[in-house]
Structure formats: structure tokens, C-alpha cells
């Protein structure tokens, strides 16, 4: 597949342990926030959203935190899967902006 | 499979050339978007279509234009192509134009510039 950010930070876990990606945002005012997951020679694939009146919002085996004060959002994937090998990307948006700004991304390794 | 498509999935040409990829969205989607991906920088965002029209605009070159047919499909055109155009080229598609409506993206374009 093709190779998306060959100098990603990494993040390899054990099949069947929990996951934490962390994310930095950059504009205090983004009030909207979304993962993505990308495989390997794929497009990203929408995850799971947060708006800023929230600090946390769960789905299925995911959970986003969102941290305002710090401007830190994370995603917790519980019992992690050789299948959730990917990149994660988070990405913001604010009132009123059209744009949406990605994060670099992080790549997850499960180890089965 | 995001229902979107994208063709074609390989394009391999020359510096000074221009290249056309398309895109057609999700049956029922009237957004169009188009991402450039490449190794330095990341997903960028380049510009957003709505039913035919420029809804949105954002690190898209002059060099670059794109359009959204009445059937909705999208084309990105490149010209004057340089060497760092070599890049994954996404189309996404929405139903709505907001910022919240989930994108779909398809499986991108691989442009290699020579």
C-alpha cells in the first residue's frame, strides 16, 4: 500500500491492550473535532467527533477526550485490534471557517 | 468502500504537463471536496464544492482549479506541473456543505511529477 508520513510518531500496542493517540491542536477557537483513520493505501476514514461543549464523547470502542484549557484532544480505542493498524489523524474547525487543519498523524502497530 | 470514486488511481507525468483527476461523489451527496496528501505536509485541504458551486477555498494554488458538473462530479485540473505537485490527490463528498456534515473520501489519485 502506499506510505503515508513515512516519519509518523509510532505507537505499537498489544492485541487486546487499550490504545491512547494524543493530538495538539493549534487554534484556541476550533470548536469542532474530528478522527480519522487511514490504512494503507486508503482514504481517511471518519472515526468519531467532538464539539467543544463536550469533554468527552464515546462510540463504539472509541472514546475522544477533549481538553480546552490545553488544547489537547485524544482517542482511547479499548481492546485494540490488528485491524485498527493505521494512522489516526485529528483535525479541527472553527464557527464561521470553512477549513478543516489535519494533524500529522500517528501511526498504530497492534502486535498480535 | 466510501461509495466515492476516483480516477485514476495512478498518473505518472512530466514537469510543465497538466493533468485532470476526477471525482464522483456518493449517490445523494452534493458536497465536493478535494485534499492534496503529501509526505511534508500532511492533509491539506484545497477547495469545496456544493451543488455545483465554490462553497469553500483553502491551500489550493493558482496553477489549480477544479469544478463540479450539474450530474456532480468534480474534476481537479494541475498545470504547469512541478516537481512538488507529486502527491495522494483525495475527493471527499458530504451531503451537506457544513463543516459538520461526515466526509466520505475516496481512495485518492497517486500523482508522480518527472
Known amino acids: 500500500g502506499e506510505s503515508v508520513g513515512l516519519h509518523l510518531p509510532t505507537l505499537s500496542v498489544q492485541e487486546g491492550d487499550n490504545s491512547i493517540i494524543n493530538c495538539a491542536y493549534s487554534n484556541s477557537a476550533s470548536d469542532y473535532f474530528i478522527w480519522y483513520k487511514q490504512e494503507s493505501g486508503k482514504g481517511p476514514q471518519f472515526i468519531i467527533d467532538?464539539?467543544?461543549?463536550?469533554d468527552k464523547r464515546q462510540g463504539q470502542r472509541v472514546t475522544v477526550l477533549l481538553n480546552k484549557t490545553v488544547k489537547h484532544l485524544s482517542l482511547q480505542i479499548a481492546a485494540t485490534q490488528p485491524g485498527d493498524s493505521a494512522v489516526y489523524f485529528c483535525?479541527?474547525?472553527?464557527?464561521?471557517?470553512?477549513?478543516?487543519?489535519f494533524g500529522a498523524g500517528t501511526r498504530l502497530f497492534v502486535k498480535a | 468502500d466510501s461509495g466515492v470514486t476516483q480516477t485514476p488511481k495512478h498518473l505518472i507525468t512530466a514537469t510543465g504537463q497538466r493533468v485532470t483527476l476526477r471525482c464522483s461523489p456518493r449517490?445523494?451527496?452534493?458536497?465536493v471536496y478535494w485534499y492534496q496528501q503529501s509526505l511534508d505536509q500532511g492533509l491539506q485541504f484545497l477547495i469545496q464544492?456544493?451543488?455545483?458551486?465554490?462553497?469553500a477555498k483553502g491551500n489550493i494554488l493558482e496553477r489549480f482549479s477544479a469544478q463540479q458538473f450539474p450530474d456532480l462530479h468534480s474534476e481537479l485540473n494541475l498545470s504547469s506541473l512541478e516537481l512538488g505537485d507529486s502527491a495522494l490527490y483525495f475527493c471527499?463528498?458530504?451531503?451537506?456543505?457544513?463543516?459538520?456534515?461526515?466526509?466520505?473520501f475516496g481512495p485518492g489519485t497517486r500523482l508522480t511529477v518527472l
Open positions: 449517490s445523494g451527496d452534493l458536497s
Open positions: 471527499a463528498s458530504s451531503v451537506g456543505s457544513g463543516r459538520t456534515n461526515e466526509q466520505f
Open positions: 483535525a479541527e474547525s472553527l464557527n464561521g471557517g470553512f477549513k478543516t487543519i
Open positions: 464544492y456544493y451543488n455545483g458551486e465554490e462553497r
Open positions: 467532538i464539539r467543544s461543549n463536550m
